[in-house]
């Protein structure tokens, strides 16, 4: 029987605050993005790798707090004071725009005009801001001098559940069984890289690898992708 086409289509991520899992791994992250009426001179840094969360605990905290996130990126074609307006404003992968003149210009009138108004800027990167390769010198003290907030590793809780919500995103539980997915995320835990962006790619494939074959995911599907089957439809390029 012909195998079915794959086609890694995107999840729908949830980001509400009832999605984001708390443990040792982020609690400490968590608390100071919460705090944000007592961060010093308005303003704080959240780092940590890809798939850590950054993204998902910054839409909390703008939705908290009826505040906006844009893309870094994307500075440079908006209206800053309109985006101070809003005096509550997340700017997402800062490291992005090291080097490119309009967004860092951008960014560095956005950070003045929003701690001028006592408002609230939240920067997010993979790296620590030292590690940020922020051209303008002005912008680059300004992003030192900011607090850190860092989201660490995944501890067993955490990787259990970014894996559930990966699954959750796919509706794969909805498709083959809470239990059946359960099983599939315990036999994982203790043998995978722990890191976010490989919960994301096992996820992504083990879907894959069920779809292509008609088949439940199963402990025996999440094997061969940790083994990086041959067989398994689809590239790391296709899932990134």
């Known amino acids: ?32 993005v919460d705090a944000s009426d007592r961060w010093p ?10 798939a850590s969360g950054k993204t998902h605990l910054a839409h909390v905290w703008a939705a908290r707090v009826d505040g906006l996130v844009v893309d870094a990126t994307a500075l440079s074609r908006l209206s800053v004071p309109t985006l101070a307006e809003a005096r509550h404003v997340v700017v997402e ?7 490119s003149r309009k ?7 956005l950070h003045n005009l929003l701690l001028s108004q006592k408002g609230r800027l939240l920067m997010t990167g993979r790296a620590a801001p030292s590690r940020w390769a922020i051209a303008l010198p002005d912008l680059r003290s300004r992003i ?3 607090n ?30 809470k239990r059946q997915v359960e099983n599939v995320i315990e036999f994982l835990v203790p043998r995978m890289t722990r890191t976010g962006a490989e919960a994301r790619r096992l996820v992504a494939r083990i879907d894959g690898l069920s779809l292509s ?11 061969r992708v940790l083994e990086d089957d041959p067989d398994i439809p689809g590239s790391d390029e296709d899932l990134t």
């Open 144 to 146: 030192l001098g900011s």
């Open 41 to 50: 001179s308005g303003k704080l840094v959240l780092s940590g790798p890809e």
């Open 93 to 99: 992968d800062v490291p992005l725009i090291g080097g």
């Open 1 to 32: 029987m012909a195998e079915q086409l794959f086609l890694d289509l995107p999840a729908r991520r949830a980001l509400g605050r009832e999605d984001f899992v708390l443990s040792e791994a982020n609690a400490a992250a968590v608390a100071q």
């Open 148 to 177: 850190l907030a860092t989201l660490l590793p995944p501890d067993d809780a955490l990787l259990a559940a970014l894996l559930r919500k990966q699954f959750a995103d796919r509706h794969i539980a909805e498709r083959d069984g």
């Open 213 to 223: 074959k008609k088949r439940p995911v199963t402990r025996e599907l999440a094997r």
């Open 103 to 109: 967004e860092e210009a951008a960014l560095f009138h």
